[in-house]
């Protein structure tokens, strides 16, 4: 007979304590991943890899972007053609961190230096808030302070700076600030530091011509537009006397600040295609294929070019005979139409005019003139032209008279690239312009 303390039996009551002890630690294990996935270090190593998940499951969001978070930036400054670059970058580094941008002020007036004397203007003074938003719903999202529950619970982002903060460490911290559930977590990110425009581009131009396309002027600036826009083509009706009279828009840069600036820029560039001399531009404007003779030109010029006293170096004198030129103050519209509003709508309505001109004619260095173009292509690409390298009356035609095309003597057909991957050529200039949009 067996004793209960057989061999036998002590194996089987051995294996049964192991069994047993086996389950208890396994409880253990259990019951320690089920605390530790509550706790607040580990809840916020989870919310980086399910930020995206969150994202997409907020209830507060519009086609994605969601409207509970907001990203609040520096005003923004230096002239229309900076600001409008500097907004579409905001709206750009929102939508990276999948926020929604804080309408931010822009500037009236144009100080390069004296911050403090920068006079802030809402946004919506200058562009339509509400149809922004409707042309750019679910790419990029505007909203006004008010739409903030508590102004208190923000974040301050500081953009780094210097030869050390490169394009590579500006995004990691864009995805960073997304991914990390303590930062995440706070309604407002405000961004402190340098003016957006000279934030770092990591988008395309394509991405910046969807926010450009969303930013109409207001009613007024449109309307001041319309009525240089009549003024201009009246202006050819008294020469000409049937149907629509075209124009021709001519963004010209020869006043002294710029030549300054261009001729450092050529010495720097080791170039000699950025400045155009007053006959260099009457010659290539008078030679593009195509113009009616007469011809009606509105050039668009700095107003210090308006009081010159020397006839010879007026402007207006030079053009070649079936070239009939106008500036806002030949038109009657410098005190009418400009003179009543701040730098900012100056350049605004400027902006339009140039835009809605049968032909336009600027500097490929020039960023006002480079956005113009930008725009124009756009219209272009929308009535199927990818290029304008034909002979012909092509609807939306751009030149830049800061370059020879076909030959010296005519200026080089000029649409913008669409396809590169970021903004630097519109924002800084660029000789290396074509015909081609592809």
């Not at 580990?42 to 499951?57: C, D, E, G, P, T």
């Not at 001519?250 to 600036?261: L, S």
């Not at 260099?280 to 011809?295: A, C, D, F, Q, Y």
Request: hydrophobic share 40%; with cysteine.
């Amino acid at each position: 007979m067996n004793s209960p303390f057989s061999s036998k039996n002590l194996r089987l009551f051995s294996k049964s304590i192991a069994c047993k002890c086996l389950v208890l630690v396994g409880i253990a294990l259990f019951c320690k991943a089920l605390f530790l996935s509550y706790s607040p270090s580990n809840a916020l190593n989870s919310s980086s890899s399910l930020f995206r998940a969150r994202y997409m499951s907020d209830s507060s969001s519009t086609d994605g972007l969601r409207t509970n978070k907001f990203l609040e930036v520096p005003q923004i400054v230096w002239g229309l053609n900076n600001q409008k670059i500097a907004f579409a970058r905001a709206c750009l580094t929102a939508r990276t961190m999948n926020r929604t941008l804080l309408m931010p002020s822009l500037s009236a007036s144009l100080f390069y230096k004296e911050v403090d004397k920068l006079r802030p203007i809402p946004f919506d003074k200058v562009f339509q808030f509400e149809r922004f938003n409707s042309l750019c719903n679910g790419f990029v999202r505007l909203a006004r302070f008010s739409d903030v529950r508590n102004r208190t619970h923000s974040f301050d982002l500081e953009k780094g700076s210097g030869r050390r903060w490169t394009v590579e460490r500006d995004m990691e911290q864009l995805k960073q600030s997304a991914r990390n559930g303590s930062i995440d977590e706070f309604e407002v990110v405000r961004v402190t530091g340098k003016n957006p425009f000279l934030w770092h581009d990591h988008w395309p131009v394509e991405d910046y011509a969807k926010v450009f396309e969303c930013m109409v002027v207001v009613d007024e600036i449109s309307r001041e537009a319309d009525k240089v826009v009549m003024r201009i083509r009246q202006a050819g009706g008294n020469r000409i006397m049937t149907g629509l009279v075209p124009f021709v828009a001519v963004h010209m840069r020869i006043e002294i600040d710029w030549m300054i600036h261009c001729k450092k820029l050529e010495q720097r560039l080791k170039v000699s295609e950025i400045c155009s001399s007053k006959r260099e531009i009457m010659e290539r404007v008078g030679n593009i294929s195509g113009l009616k003779s007469p011809t009606v030109l509105y050039l668009a010029v700095a107003d210090s070019l308006l009081e010159e006293k020397d006839k010879e170096s007026s402007v207006l004198n030079g053009w070649r005979d079936g070239l009939v030129p106008f500036e806002k103050k030949k038109l009657g519209v410098k005190e009418e139409v400009y003179g009543k509003y701040s730098y900012l709508i100056q350049s605004a309505i400027d902006y339009e005019v140039c835009l809605r001109a049968d032909v336009f004619v600027g500097n490929s260095f020039s960023t006002f003139s480079s956005l113009i173009v930008l725009e124009r292509t756009q219209k272009m690409r929308r009535l199927g032209f990818t290029s304008s390298c034909e002979d012909g009356e092509n609807e939306w035609r751009s030149y830049a008279y800061n370059l020879a095309g076909e030959s010296e003597r005519v200026p080089r057909r000029w649409m913008t690239n669409m396809s590169h991957s970021s903004l630097e050529a519109i924002s800084y200039g660029s000789s290396s312009v074509s015909c081609s949009s592809e």
